[in-house]
């Protein structure tokens, strides 16, 4: 269910962010969505794509400081409210959003990547909401 | 010649060695007796030394007692860039069958000249150096110093190659080399600089290597820069080699001046070749001995290049009691401070060294960093730039903003100041070859 995340630390100077993209899209590395969290020094830039392990290996060869995590994928319904409904569902549960932010998809489905202080849990209660909680395949296939 | 300590010292004693465990005495003499030739040698060949000692009314002959040196002129780093490159060598061109030069940070480099006797001197103060940490024929010792120039590869390459071990001449670079050899080669022992062999500890971690269990590397030497106690427990635990310090400077022989044995408390000053003062600082008179000041060297036996009062800019004390392992010579404290790194902030005196221990407390290896000093408004501001690595990262921005927080707190705790902390991308913060840099002064004391 979970699916593989990189985030590469990145100064907040000119050019940085520019010289990341450069270094992935020559090592011919497909981005499929890419969210800069950030500080206002310092961000993390997190990465989500079909390729986690060249991705990683990539950035870190070119001697950047890199972390892998897990986030999840949720299909939010269509629907006015849709993100609500996703939020609600884990309400009584304790569990907390760390971050999230849209992946961008092909199909035109509506997919947020969710961090969760606790995934398993999370991904669990969604789908017994009746909530689409998308694995990886599902997520880059087509 | 010292009968006595030969049973002691049954298996492990290496005739190099015996000059460690001469009479006090017997050490006294001899050196004085080379206190008064090498100052009439300099006298004679060097003129600057001559020119120097003439302005002070002095003759080589009114060196009478070893006490007399402090009578001498100190020499400085600036004379070796002054004479450059041969001014100071007492011996024709002829005689000089090696040199070495140092990295300059600024300018011209320093260069330094050797006979065939300095360099047999030097590899026996090197021998001394590795027996004393426990290096004998056997040990396959990976040498991580640079080679060319700089005095640390070559130096101990003599010395390893005279106790007989069996060396690889890697020189630094290419971490994950480093290790394949050390694990393929069956290394059994390392030389290099410290902060260098933390980076390679880590990088054998990456690799999913663990010293204790796939390596075979016992003990190693460091030096080349100012470390602390903290940075020794962290390569002691973190990857069971047993760190010696080693202490030297290109000015005097190279590496090989002094070293600890095992009882690692204290450097051993090999005092038969190198008579050591400690000075204060300010007045330049010697202090009393376990009293802090900045070590001054006069070379004893040095033909090529010899070398009268060499300000190091080290500063320590020399230890007051007497080694447990027997040796006579004295010993002076671990250097963790250079005088000249030294820098006064808002009027407070700082070492680097100290935001070193700093950055230890708050992470268990040490990261790759940078004082900047700035003066803005007429007010001093200190910045450590501190280079993220992947171990310290997470994928949590306020949790990397409290790691920032620690230590800017930890350097207010060690010193009293207020440092901004910058986290820097890996490899953003320059190296220079060999040693790290650790301080850019960028106040204009004009303004
Ligand atoms: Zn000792």
Redesign the interface.
């Known amino acids: 269910m979970k699916i593989r995340?990189i985030?590469v630390?990145?100064?907040n100077q000119p050019g940085?962010l520019a010289a990341l993209c450069r270094t992935l899209a020559d090592a011919g590395v497909n981005l499929s969505t890419l969210m800069l969290?950030?500080?206002g020094?310092?961000?993390?830039l997190?990465i989500i794509t079909p390729d986690a392990d060249k991705a990683r290996a990539v950035v870190?060869k070119a001697?950047?400081?890199?972390?892998a995590?897990e986030v999840l994928a949720i299909q939010v319904p269509d629907k006015p409210g849709g993100l609500a409904a996703v939020l609600t569902a884990l309400d009584p549960h304790q569990i907390s959003v760390?971050y999230m932010y849209a992946f961008a998809c092909r199909t035109g489905r509506a997919i947020m990547i969710i961090?969760f202080n606790d995934l398993d849990r999370a991904a669990d209660i969604l789908q017994k909401a009746g909530l689409k909680v998308i694995n990886t395949a599902n997520l880059f296939g087509p | 010649m010292i009968p006595h300590l030969w049973n002691d010292l049954e298996g492990t004693f290496f005739p190099e060695s015996a000059l460690d465990y001469m009479p006090e005495s017997r050490l006294r003499e001899v050196q004085l007796q080379r206190l008064k030739a090498v100052t009439a040698l300099t006298y004679e060949k060097v003129k600057l030394f001559r020119e120097r000692m003439d302005a002070k009314g002095l003759k080589p002959a009114d060196v009478t007692t070893l006490a007399d040196v402090s009578k001498l002129p100190f020499m400085v780093k600036t004379d070796l860039r002054d004479t450059y490159p041969y001014g100071l060598f007492a011996v024709p061109m002829s005689d000089v069958v090696r040199l070495h030069a140092s990295s300059g940070t600024t300018g011209k480099p320093i260069v330094v000249g050797y006979t065939a006797q300095d360099m047999e001197v030097w590899k026996q103060v090197i021998m001394r150096t590795l027996y004393a940490a426990g290096y004998s024929r056997g040990d396959i010792v990976q040498n991580m110093y640079g080679y060319g120039l700089f005095t640390g590869g070559l130096g101990l390459h003599g010395g390893l190659e005279g106790i007989g071990a069996t060396v690889i001449p890697i020189s630094g670079g290419n971490s994950e080399r480093q290790i394949m050899v050390m694990k393929d080669f069956g290394v059994t022992a390392i030389c290099g600089t410290p902060s260098y062999f933390i980076h390679l500890i880590e990088t054998a971690q990456k690799m999913g290597i663990d010293f204790r269990r796939d390596l075979k590397v016992k003990r190693g030497v460091f030096g080349a820069e100012p470390w602390t106690d903290e940075m020794r427990k962290y390569i002691e635990s973190a990857s069971g080699v047993k760190a010696f310090d080693i202490y030297g400077l290109s000015e005097i022989i190279g590496p090989g001046v002094g070293a600890e044995c095992e009882c690692q408390d204290g450097l051993h000053i090999f005092e038969d070749h190198f008579l050591a003062e400690i000075v204060d600082t300010k007045t330049l008179e010697p202090v009393p001995d376990g009293t802090e000041g900045e070590l001054v060297i006069t070379t004893l036996s040095k033909q090529a290049m010899p070398v009268i009062r060499y300000r190091t800019r080290d500063i320590t004390a020399f230890e007051t009691s007497r080694c447990g392992c027997g040796r006579t010579c004295r010993r002076i404290r671990r250097i963790s401070r250079r005088s000249d790194d030294m820098f006064i902030i808002r009027g407070v005196n700082v070492f680097p060294s100290q935001i070193e221990t700093a950055l230890l407390k708050t992470e268990s290896s040490l990261p790759h960093y940078l004082i900047v000093l700035t003066r803005k408004g007429g007010l001093d501001q200190m910045e450590v730039r501190v280079e993220i690595t992947g171990e310290m990262l997470t994928d949590n921005v306020g949790a990397m903003e409290q790691l920032q927080k620690r230590f800017g707190k930890s350097i207010e705790q060690i010193t009293g100041l207020h440092a901004a902390i910058t986290l820097a991308q890996p490899g953003t913060i320059p190296r220079s070859e060999g040693k790290a840099k650790r301080l850019l002064d960028q106040r204009n004391l004009t303004n």
Do not use: D, I
């Open positions: 995340q985030s630390f990145l100064e940085r969290s950030e500080t020094e310092f961000g993390l997190r870190e001697g950047y400081a890199v972390t995590s760390e961090r």
